[in-house]
């Protein structure tokens, strides 16, 4: 008995004991297994390259959902909806507007994105991979920091500079940044980008060195007015548009598209024209264009759930701008009663618009079956042009005016007239800086862009841009109805001219309500 | 199994009735007053002689049998204890008093006179103080609980009638506060222990069921212990105090709650049957607009806008009534419930094996809940030295959560009236806008999300008796589950919003958890008067979870929702996968001295895969101290006190509530245009560490007359420090909290401290105790809690909705309020417009439709600068209640019995955010019928100018409702004080009254019980809300942002008649 009894005690012990360490030491070690980490990341080119991919689209996704056109074309006086984004017509918006908000913290999502990318490329990619295949890819990145950073400033002026979004976490009250310093600091990203890009890629729609050098006399004629005191523009900046905007257009890949309706089709994503767009795809929400869920006219019209453009409409200020002669754009642009589209419902025969608004036709591209499946709601995959070659033959005979009231400059002239013959319009001989910003709006209109025309001219000549906005007539164009809707004019006070900053960020932030500091670009 | 009563005193010839009277409260005085004439004109009427009695001793009005019960003939020491039925037989003289005892019951006495048969019902006494209650690995007399610890009983969740065992514990347990988050069925729950214990998401106590940890945390509306089914429980143990809880130490913080389910007993099998019926109805409608309502507001409006009418509404007399949607959502809807179960079992086996079923359908249309389900326990003396034992249960749940999910029911009451359901030819209508709401109706009962679940919960245990007072518990438990999720977006044209697009998508997810642990039980009496016991232990835990998902959208026809119906071409398929694991070595130190002083320490280490290596080890003591004064001899002679202890306990537990690699980074995986694209998914923090509890909790016991009344109370001090959270951080940070596109996730951060107090009281009381039984049970639980610490450099953290600050939980305050502007009615005319100061940015009186104006709201400039801006936000209210109570009264009146329970919470604040949304004058559709009251802007002197500012005034100043105008530039409906209501509510939560019928006709038809009864739950709630029901709770379970009502599924109101069986 003693025995028996010894030998199960013993068992027992053994037991007790085997199971106490049966643990091992790695029991605890659970690293992720359905995902990659930053750890096991940037192995080699193709990774690097993946790890940029979304920067072309689902980055911008939430700025091109409504940010765009709220900031672009409400704000710029192009487009109404009298339900919605109406804030931005009438100048009403304030520091609690939900579109602002979005709109922000998407382009600082950018920056973010590439912030990571840069510092993880930088530290942890693997050593195989050849240093100027590293900086290729850190400059696509630079360049998406960069054309974020040119929003922010042109939306809000002051913003902080982010530069390192981990360390975040331990102190995330950081001052305002100086507008200027931002626009520096958006100048270095992109004559970072134009040393280490290639001149070509073979991925349509990736960035160059010729996208970067398109970008940067954009950001150098607007940069050229800034904080202006005699109302004049910075010669040595005019000078640089001139010098990229020049070579870009003599030495660069791109021209205009024949057609300008073409230019909006999705087949003819990263044409020619092109020189920087998002890059869209119709899958799911967040990863194709938005734009026409908003402004097409009805869910025929897309094909899908979404078409909710019903009472969207061109302003009568925008519809003026249009001549008799200029029905080629204006109807790129938007609709007029019995204007045939045949590129919509086309197993229809095409869309008649009927009901008495015009509406929205720019980027609005139809069904499905209009674009080889490339629809889906909410999700398109018709590219968003953030950068086109006739824009940069306007900005290149805007820089040489430059300080002058008109000019007869050859080069000027010709850049001018291209565009102008393009959309079937007589040309001109001279120009002055009213032609050129009234050819900008209509050529651009509804792509985003006419709000920061403004901005760019506020910037040395306040006075005149906020006497102009008071001559936009912003009443909604109602070209099929019994009753002409009233003409509506508005003039916003000087401090509308900036976006105010998201409260909740005035909230966790309060150094947002202090002076900005001057950036430390170290040396 | 013998018990044996304590040896009372023989009391001579003192009449009987005057030992049970001395200092007994007045109505137990009278009770016994009317016990003492019957039982005097029982013995004038009594005759001498031997004669045997025989009877039967049942418990409670379920009337189980009560074997071992103790039958004396008072004054002697002849006497009997009944068998394994109940049952008892003895010979006696006539005219003899019978005294009956049982442990944890009331003793009866009975006068043997002409009746030799008897049936002898024991009512519970209040305290249970010998009742062995479960605590950590190991069990207690709850005379011996040093930590504060509570129980529910079977009794107490059955009359709860709650489909859900979270619900039962609503207002019975002092220092826990049950909120449902949705009434729906099978809906989400939370329940708060002793406060706001921290920050991030998962507040929700650790549920031990049978052994086998399961958190209450689903991030989401629905219910993880909607799988159990209540009837299997016999009993809830709430360990409240860290010295409770420290044992189980890493998964503590939110307190511990262990559920032991029924087990077999020796004897005859018992069956018992549980059945109910019920219907379910909304108790309240919110005010809307109706048609007549609708078109005349609409007419108002466009008169001022110019815009927004419709020809049909020029004449609103004509119209009718209109769409009521509410009306349409809402049904009179069915559940019924069946139990049965078996116990049973000899010398060596025991075992209960119950089945049960649970068939719910919501009050809103196509919501349902269903529940399937088996138990099986059973436990066999293997050896003198083995006992082995398994739980298995296994159940299938089946649940529609469409409403939920698409937010149906704030649509419902957004469509408007002039919509109908159906067209005339039976199909779904819908609004002539692409713009409108869709077709809330057809979407509930069209659009398919529906979750099938099925949970096996298994824990096989192995006690070992080897060498002397030393015992060595094994056990392995699993908890397996396997979740199907399916979703169906037919295409549909509602009007004109039409969908021509389907989707379906089906989930699979299968989770494995495993537990390992084995503890060693040292238990010795030493010289008498020490005790000692010790428990050393070892666990292991791991848990591995899955899910695949394929998805299609180009569905030809609406009929098949299965994947393989759709278009090959827009297959989708993912798949994720995740695991984690945790270590811990624990134990415990038991030691008493002459049943007087009671020491109690543990000890736990937790390991957590959760944590970087660095950082993973968290080590959790605590200590108690019980003093029972009652036992000290100065006490021993006041009888009429029965108990009365004193604790002191100090404890610390930890939490570990992140995301699975925290400490590092993730890729999350985007489609672009070039294949593939990585992006970073969260922001890394490899410094996180544990977060970590000390509590101080004293507690009193008393219990009095003869234990017909228990008052026990306990105060408590709770310091949480390294308080983790997933650190909402401002946007330029470039993370987001909600889901956006490729957004990245804040870094999990240890981010200050926090400390709750409070005090709660218990008080039991056995009103009257005779033929006429009344008990009644009230909990009162005090909590405050306040940030003491945020390392964020602003030292708050804000919560918000549509990227406006709601709520704000900042240092010296407590967690969650409400933040945002004070209202102080609006501009009345020109003068008050102008005296004030104005939204910073905003134009004053320029224009009627781009400016401030009169009839638009004045918010207090409270910063006192020249604008209203963010610096004129402040606290608006605190979603916690002051305090929150249960009032428990059970009444029994021979067959007859009859629970009323009431619960609610004083003093918390609920955001009514529905009321924001549909109370906007500009809004498209349907909206409160509160808006007519909009400020209606009239003219001074009518014949002058009509666009003049200083013409113009409020014909109906005393509104709260602003003026109309399409772009509203004073930002009326901006998140203040105008919709933060009161939220405290008083609630008939149930009315239970039932019949027990008399044996004798029972007994006929071979049965040994039957009680029928009706119960009412929800019956009505005194509230000043004007939402549908005030109890709201926190959104997914998010502390930093509760008491925000966006539309919540109100709780029904339920009619219910049931039956119970037992053969």
């Known amino acids: ?523 | 199994m013998r018990k044996w009563i304590k040896k009372r005193g023989f009391t001579g010839n003192r009449p009987l009735y005057y030992e049970r009277k001395i200092s007994t409260p007045l109505i137990v005085f009278l009770l016994n007053f009317t016990v003492l004439t019957t039982f005097l004109s029982v013995v004038a009427s009594a005759q001498e002689g031997e004669l045997t009695i025989t009877g039967i001793v049942t418990t409670d009005h379920d009337r189980n049998p009560a074997p071992g019960a103790n039958i004396i003939v008072k004054g002697t020491t002849i006497g009997t204890i009944t068998d394994l039925d109940g049952k008892f037989s003895l010979e006696v003289e006539q005219g003899v008093v019978i005294q009956i005892s049982f442990i944890g019951y009331l003793s009866q006495e009975i006068v043997v006179g002409d009746e030799t048969n008897f049936n002898i019902n024991l009512k519970e006494d209040v305290t249970q103080l010998d009742e062995v209650v479960k605590v950590g690995y190991g069990t207690m007399k709850r005379s011996d609980l040093t930590g504060a610890v509570v129980s529910v009983s079977s009794e107490d969740i059955k009359s709860s009638a709650s489909t859900s065992l979270d619900q039962a514990l609503q207002g019975r347990a002092a220092g826990v506060l049950v909120t449902q988050n949705s009434g729906q069925p099978g809906g989400g729950v939370t329940v708060q222990i002793r406060g706001i214990n921290t920050l991030n998401e998962n507040n929700e106590p650790l549920y031990v069921i049978d052994g086998i940890p399961i958190s209450g945390y689903t991030g989401d509306n629905t219910n993880a212990l909607a799988i159990i089914n209540p009837n299997d429980i016999s009993s809830m143990e709430v360990l409240k105090d860290a010295s409770a809880t420290a044992i189980y130490g890493s998964r503590a913080a939110n307190g511990v709650v262990l559920i032991t389910t029924n087990r077999g007993q020796q004897g005859e099998t018992q069956i018992s049957y549980d059945g109910s019926f019920g219907i379910q109805q909304l108790p309240k409608y919110v005010n809307v607009l109706d048609l007549q309502e609708y078109a005349t507001f609409l007419n108002e409006r466009e008169e001022i806008i110019g815009f927004g009418s419709k020809p049909e509404f020029a004449d609103p007399s004509v119209l009718g009534e209109g769409t009521n949607w509410q009306e349409e959502m809402f049904q009179v809807a069915p559940q019924q419930s069946h139990n049965l179960a078996l116990t049973g079992g000899n010398e060596k086996t025991t075992f209960a094996l119950s089945g049960s079923y649970l068939d719910q359908d919501g009050i809103a249309i196509g919501s349902y809940f269903k529940r399937y389900g088996v138990r099986l326990n059973i436990d066999n003396n293997t050896r003198k030295w083995l006992k082995l034992g398994v739980n298995l249960s296994v159940s299938r749940t089946d649940e529609r959560i469409t409403i939920n999910e698409y937010d149906l029911l704030s649509e419902a009451i957004h469509q408007s009236p002039d919509i109908p359901v159906k067209n005339p030819d039976g199909s779904w209508a819908g609004p002539d806008d692409v713009f409108g709401v869709s077709n809330p109706v057809a979407r509930a009962l069209d659009t398919e999300n529906a979750r099938k679940r099925t949970q096996l919960l298994s824990n096989l245990y192995a006690d070992i008796y080897f060498l002397k007072d030393f015992t060595l518990r094994s056990e392995f438990g699993t908890n397996i589950s396997y979740l199907n999720k399916y979703r169906f977006e037919p295409s549909y044209e509602y009007g004109k919003v039409k969908n021509p697009e389907t989707e379906s998508s089906r989930i699979a997810e299968n989770n494995f958890d495993w537990i390992l642990k084995n503890y060693l039980t040292y238990n010795k009496s030493l010289f008498e008067r020490h005790h000692l016991e010790v428990m050393l232990g070892h666990e292991a835990q791991a848990g591995i979870w899955e899910s695949v998902e394929a998805r299609r959208q180009g569905f030809l026809t609406n009929t098949i929702h299965e994947v393989n119906a759709g278009d090959i071409l827009s297959s989708n398929a993912y798949s994720q996968k995740s695991d984690w694991a945790l270590e811990s070595y624990f134990g415990r130190l038991n030691y008493s001295y002459d049943d007087r002083y009671l020491l109690t320490a543990t000890f736990r280490a937790d390991g957590s895969s959760r944590f970087s290596p660095e950082n993973r080890w968290g080590f959790f003591p605590s200590f108690a101290l019980a003093w029972k004064i009652s036992n000290e001899k100065f006490l021993q002679d006041v009888s009429q006190i029965s108990n009365l202890k004193l604790r002191l306990g100090y404890g610390e537990v930890g939490g570990q509530n992140i995301p699975s690699y925290a400490y590092g980074s993730t890729m999350g995986n985007w489609a672009t245009q070039y294949g593939s694209g990585f992006l970073i998914a969260n922001l890394p923090n490899p410094d996180v560490q544990w977060e970590s509890q000390k509590s101080y909790n004293v507690g009193l016991d008393l219990a009095m007359f003869q234990n017909r009344v228990e008052f026990i109370t306990d105060a408590y001090l709770k310091k949480t420090d390294n308080l983790l959270l997933v650190l909402p951080m401002p946007l330029y940070t470039a993370t987001d909290l909600d889901w956006s596109v490729a957004y990245i996730e804040p870094p999990a951060v240890n981010v200050g401290s926090l400390e709750n107090k409070g005090i709660e009281f218990t008080l039991n009381t056995i009103n009257m105790a005779g033929e006429f039984f009344w008990k009644s049970g009230i909990t009162i639980s005090v909590n405050r809690n306040k940030i003491t610490k945020l390392v964020t450099s602003g030292s708050y953290i804000d919560q918000s909705i549509d990227v406006q600050t709601i709520t704000r939980t900042a240092v010296g305050q407590p967690v969650g309020q409400f933040y945002g502007y004070i209202t102080d009615g609006l501009y009345a005319n020109a003068d008050e417009l102008y005296s004030g100061t104005h939204t910073a940015g905003a134009e004053v009186g320029t224009e009627a439709g781009v400016s401030v104006w009169v009839g638009d709201i004045r918010y207090l400039n409270l910063d006192g600068n020249d604008s209203i801006d963010a610096g004129d936000r402040t606290y608006m209210g605190n979603p916690n209640p002051k305090f929150s109570f249960g009032f428990n009264n059970t009444f029994e009146y021979k067959n007859f019995d009859l629970t009323i329970y009431i619960n609610g919470t004083y003093g918390n604040k609920i955001f009514n955010e529905l009321k924001r949304t549909n109370e906007d004058p500009m809004s498209r559709s349907g909206m409160l019928s509160s808006v007519k009251d909009y400020a209606r802007i009239g003219l001074i002197d009518p014949d002058g100018d009509p666009d003049d500012i200083y013409n113009q005034y409020v014909t109906n100043p005393g509104t709260t409702v602003p003026r109309i105008v399409t772009s509203d530039p004073n930002v009326n409906n901006r998140i203040s004080d105008r919709y933060v209501e009161d939220g405290s509510y008083i609630r008939i939560k149930s009315f239970v009254l039932g019949y027990t019928f008399p044996r004798k006709w029972t007994n006929a038809v071979k049965i040994e019980r039957v009680r029928i009864y009706v119960n009412i739950q929800n019956l009505y709630t005194f509230t000043k809300y004007t939402g549908y029901d005030p109890e709201i709770g926190a959104q997914r379970q998010n502390v930093l942002k509760s008491g925000v009502d966006q539309g919540r599924y109100p709780s029904p109101r339920v009619y219910q008649f049931g039956v119970n069986l037992n053969f």
Not at chain 1, 220 to 240: K, Q, V, W
Request: net charge negative; with cysteine.
């Open chain 1, 1 to 523: 008995m003693m025995k028996l009894h010894t030998i199960k005690n013993k068992t027992i012990f053994a037991f007790i004991i085997l199971t106490i360490f049966s643990c091992s030491k790695d029991f605890l070690d659970r690293e992720p297994i359905d995902a990659l980490t930053i750890d096991t990341y940037y192995n080699n080119y193709d990774e690097l390259r993946a790890a940029v991919a979304p920067m072309y689209s689902t980055v911008w996704f939430e700025y091109n959902d409504k940010g765009s056109f709220s900031f672009g074309d409400c704000l710029g006086g192009n487009m109404i909806n009298p339900w919605s984004y109406e804030e931005f017509v009438y100048f009403t918006y304030t520091s609690l507007n939900n579109t602002i908000a979005t709109g922000w913290a998407s382009l600082y999502r950018v920056v973010g994105h590439a912030n990571i990318h840069i510092v993880n490329i930088m530290e942890k990619s693997s050593p195989s991979i050849p240093e100027e295949q590293k900086l290729q890819v850190i400059s696509e990145a630079r360049f998406m920091r960069a054309l974020a950073y040119f929003y922010l400033a042109r939306l809000w002026g002051d913003v902080p500079i982010i530069t390192d979004n981990i360390a975040l976490k331990d102190d995330y009250i950081v001052p305002l940044n100086r507008a200027e310093d931002v626009y520096q600091y958006i100048i270095n990203d992109l004559n970072f980008a134009i040393s280490n890009l290639p001149d070509s890629d073979p991925e349509p729609g990736r960035v160059t060195s010729w996208t970067a050098k398109a970008l940067l006399a954009k950001v150098y004629l607007t940069f050229s007015g800034f904080n202006s005191t005699e109302g004049t523009r910075d010669e040595a900046m005019l000078d640089s548009v001139i010098y990229y905007a020049g070579d870009v257009i003599q030495n660069g890949p791109y021209d205009l598209m024949e057609n300008y309706p073409d230019l909006f089709l999705t087949k003819n994503d990263n044409n020619i024209e092109s020189i920087f767009a998002w890059q869209w795809i119709a899958n799911n929400y967040g990863d194709g264009n938005s734009f026409q869920a908003y402004f097409a006219v009805s869910s025929d019209v897309t094909g899908c759930e979404d078409g909710w453009g019903g009472s969207v409409t061109a302003t009568k200020g925008l519809a003026e701008m249009f001549t008799a002669s200029d029905q080629i754009r204006r109807k790129a642009t938007y609709m007029m009663p019995n204007d045939t589209f045949p590129e919509i419902m086309s197993s229809e025969g095409g869309y008649v618009h009927t009901g008495e608004g015009a509406n929205i036709k720019k980027y609005v591209v139809g069904g499905p079956e209009d674009n080889d499946g490339q629809v889906h709601t909410m999700s398109a995959g018709n590219n968003t042009y953030i950068l086109r070659f006739a824009e940069l033959l306007l900005i290149y005979s805007e820089a040489i005016l430059g300080n002058r009231a008109s000019t007869t400059d050859a080069e000027a002239v010709e850049a001018f007239n291209r565009v102008r013959q393009r959309a079937g319009v007589s040309t001109r001989t001279s120009l002055n800086f009213m032609q050129i910003f009234d050819e900008k709006r209509r050529e651009l209109a509804l792509e985003g862009n006419t709000w920061f025309e403004i901005v760019s001219w506020w910037y040395f000549q306040p006075q005149e841009a906020l006497d102009y906005i008071a001559t936009q007539n912003r009443g909604r164009y109602l070209p099929g109805a019994d009753e002409e809707p009233s003409d509506d004019y508005f003039s916003p006070p000087n401090s509308k001219m900036q976006m105010p900053y998201p409260e909740s960020e005035v909230l966790q932030n309060p150094l947002f309500n202090e002076p900005p500091v001057p950036y430390d670009f170290g040396e």
